[in-house]
């Protein structure tokens, strides 16, 4: 359970609003507060980060610059590890393949429940968020026998996405049933129906484009997911970009490729969520 | 309701003569099937093995392992570290969370503290203990922490590093929730700042302030990736022991350790999730 709330379900409604009335000396000891509160926690997140873009950018004497780790990504290969670069592909692999099954999997359900069969709206929500209450490290234990099975048929790590998908369900799940409440599944499905649209069409051409942004929302936060992921694909014996940074750190543990990889990941993540706060604000507004 | 009804005679009658009509729940057995799979079966697995011996026997007499007092250093690891992480990241949470509120709710610190926390609150990773170990690790840029590698205050600190962003996403709705006017009434009233904290403002965001700290106690439990690249040679908490027992059955004998420590956590974070749910269905009270 990497985040249990993320950003896409924050409301951004505005709050009760600036206090107005209030006096000329707590509101300068209010913002006096502020600064120091926001100063002291920038420091807090930013100088971890700072000191890990200062090691990527370390030359080969220490207190030199260069940029060699960053130009390493792309070649880097530690002895009994595959390279660097191909862990990297299938990282991004994984993270499409678990978008892609997510949606089909849930967007077709969700709105099936929430036209006919409403009886079971409040089974599937709770199976949805039940991953938060079973972690990763626990589901992985289980995991085991049947990824067993599952080797049978391929050995490739992309079969990780079949529980990546498990594991994005809560945050996917609240991102879409947001996006749903707020459009008249109803009324837009019958009206699609009754002019003869197939169930297809109804879900393709008319449910869809109507929840865009809870889909965006849902898209990267599964995204976001796969490329942290390490838990799993650590203990079922997988190579994702998170267990090959890990392996690189136990037989190097000062490869400066280390820092600017795990830099140019979190600086990806970043750019993600970032599309997705200002996503959540247009939809907000409009 | 009145509208459902129609659609579902007027299908079942365009239907009529050719075949019977197909329940509507069908169309849900390919998510119940995935979930089935992947998620139901495993964790049964889990509940049935912590059950059995390696024979495959059923047996109760495992439970009593957890109070093998080498299996309950571990879970006395992990409620130490949640609890010293969740507390620590509630508190320096809600600090950062009522000064964001302070500020202009459309205003630009706001929407990057919250972007921010959002991504950050994600960042559990590995690479969390790597960016820790340059700033104040053994070869740390900004000092050298004599008490980094120590349990369970270095990677504490490093935890708090996604609880705080957690905590002010959590946590900054029940703030806003505080309306001006109860602080303006308690002016009227002649209350002083610390008066309208104690008897107005406290009382109202204790229970969401309470379940938050819950929400942060479970998150800090489940993780792994951050304390596994942390310190690779002791296991301290539950997981990190649940990962050295899927690969060496050492230690506990007839017993299927992993499955036995899988269980006990599962316990432990439905426990306080349920306490979570509970906290936030009182706080929403006011939260309207």
Known sequence: ??????????????????????????????NLFRYVVFTVFGLFFLLPLLAMARFSLEGANLGTWSVTAWRQIASYQNTG?????????????????TCAVMLVLLVPTMVWVRLRVQWLARTIEFICLLPLTIPAIVLVVGLGEIYNKIRHFSLSALMLFWVYVILALPYAYRAL?????????????????????????????????????????????????????????????????????????????????????????????????????????????? | MAVA?????????????????????????????????????????????????????????????????????????????????????????????????????DGTVRRLYIAVSGVLAQFGGVTL????????????LLFHASWYFEFPWGIGLIYAYFQ??????????????????????????????????????????????????LLLFANALSAFATIQAWEN???????QQISTALSSEVGLTNVNVADLLALGMVIMVAVVMTGYALLQRRAARWLR
């Open chain 1, 177 to 286: 049933a947001a996006g749903l409440s707020a459009i008249d599944v109803t009324t837009l499905s019958e009206a699609a129906r009754s002019l003869g649209a197939s169930w297809f069409t109804v879900m393709v051409r008319v449910i869809a484009p109507n929840m865009r942004a809870a889909i965006l929302n849902a898209l990267l936060l599964t995204a976001a997911l796969v490329l942290g992921e390490f838990t799993i694909a650590y203990l079922l014996l997988y190579t994702n970009l998170q267990v090959e940074l890990y392996s690189i750190s136990r037989s190097t543990p000062n490869a400066g490729v280390l820092f600017s990889t795990s830099l140019a990941a979190l600086l990806f993540a970043f750019v993600l969520l970032m599309i997705l706060s200002f996503a959540g604000r247009r939809r907000g507004r409009g």
């Open chain 2, 5 to 105: 009804a129609t659609t579902k005679t007027g299908a079942r009658l365009s239907r009529a003569g050719r075949r019977p009509p197909t329940p509507a729940w069908v169309g849900t057995v390919p998510f119940f099937a995935y979930v089935g799979v992947f998620l139901l079966w495993p964790t049964g697995i889990v509940i049935v093995d912590a059950l059995k011996n390696p024979n495959g026997a059923w047996t109760f007499s495992n439970i009593s392992e957890l109070g093998n007092p080498l299996v309950r250093g571990y879970f006395i690891g992990s409620f130490k570290l949640a609890l010293l992480s969740s507390v620590a990241g509630a508190v320096f949470g809600a600090i950062l969370a009522y000064a964001v509120a302070a500020g202009d709710p």
């Open chain 1, 1 to 30: 359970m990497a985040a249990v709330t993320s950003l896409g379900e924050t409301p951004i409604a505005a709050p009760a609003g600036r206090p107005r009335g209030m006096q000329a000396s707590r509101r300068r000891r209010l």
């Open chain 2, 233 to 239: 040679q002791i296991a301290y908490v539950v997981p």
């Open chain 2, 129 to 140: 203990a790597f960016a820790f170990l340059v700033l104040i690790g053994p070869v740390g």
């Open chain 1, 81 to 97: 590890i595959p390279p660097l670069l191909s862990s990297i592909e299938i990282t991004l692999e994984l993270a499409v393949i």
């Open chain 2, 164 to 213: 705080i962003p957690l905590m002010v996403l959590v946590f900054l709705p029940a703030i806003d929730g505080l309306k001006v006017q109860w602080r303006e009434a308690s002016e009227n009233l002649g209350a002083s700042a610390w008066q309208y904290w104690r008897h107005v403002g406290g009382p109202l965001l204790m229970p969401a302030f309470l379940g938050a700290t």
